[in-house]
Structure formats: C-alpha cells, structure tokens
C-alpha cells in the first residue's frame, strides 16, 4: 500500500475543500495506471470526507444543511472552543471521516459530477491533514 499526507488549509470559516486534484495527483504517481482502491482519511475528530458535487451551490447547501441539523449554539455538552464547538464532534458521525474510491486504469472511477472533498465545521483549528492511500487490485 502507498500512502501519503497531505496539508490543508480550511481557514477560519466552516468550509467544504476541494481534494479532487490532490486525489489525481497522488494517483497519477502511485497507481501508475493500474486498478484498485483510494482510500481518503482525515484523522481528525471535527472533519469529514465527502462525494458531492462541487462549484454548482451544492457545497453551500451542505454547509447549511449542516446548519440546521447541527446549529452552532450553547446547546452541546462539549463546549470549548468557539460558541458550537460540540457539534463539530459530532458532525463525523453524519460524515465520515473516510471514503473509499474505486480506481481504475490509475484514476479514481468518479461520477460525472462527483468530487471528493473535506468537510469542516471546526473554526478553530485551520490546519487539516488528510491521508491518501491506495491499495493496488
């Protein structure tokens, strides 16, 4: 298995980050044109991964989904951090903090209009790593 970690920079507003690219870069080095599974990872407890379309209104209408289903107020136990925090923690459990992506031919076997994306909630903590891996078929 290949595997890397990569640097993100989601600012300091909830955020649903573009990782297409670093996903095809990566593979284009370790697949080298052959079939098998990406594995995207964000060790993190505040983020997820998502397949969803991107660019189209999509990602804001996730981010407000996001916003009613888990509204940033003094309702969770968990409470450091900026007003909210809790509900970053338990956003991984509605997006998971992984997908796994079949690849093909060295490229990820994606939908027309899917993308693969980190999702963050946390204001607090700007700074994300994500792990790629790939397991050859």
């Known amino acids: 298995m290949q595997s890397a970690l990569i640097d993100v ?7 649903v980050h573009d990782l297409t690219r670093h ?11 052959r079939d098998g599974l ?3 990872f964000v060790p993190h407890a505040t983020a997820g991964i998502a397949l969803i379309e991107l660019g189209a209104g999509s990602d804001d209408d996730l981010l407000a989904a996001l916003g009613e289903l888990l509204p940033a107020d003094d309702r969770w136990r968990h409470a450091h951090g900026a007003r909210g925090h809790g509900r970053s923690h338990v956003m ?3 997006i998971a903090p992984y997908a796994s992506i079949p690849v093909l ?3 990820m076997a994606l939908g027309t209009w ?5 999702v963050d909630l946390n204001v ?3 700074a994300r790593h994500v ?3 790939f397991l050859p078929g």
């Open 105 to 107: 031919a060295g490229a």
């Open 23 to 33: 996903c095809s870069d990566f593979l284009r080095e370790e697949a080298s044109g």
């Open 131 to 133: 792990r790629l891996s």
């Open 124 to 126: 607090d903590n700007p």
């Open 38 to 40: 990406l594995h995207v």
């Open 92 to 94: 991984p459990a509605l």
């Open 9 to 15: 920079r989601t600012g300091s507003r909830e955020t």
């Open 114 to 118: 899917q993308s693969v994306a980190l």
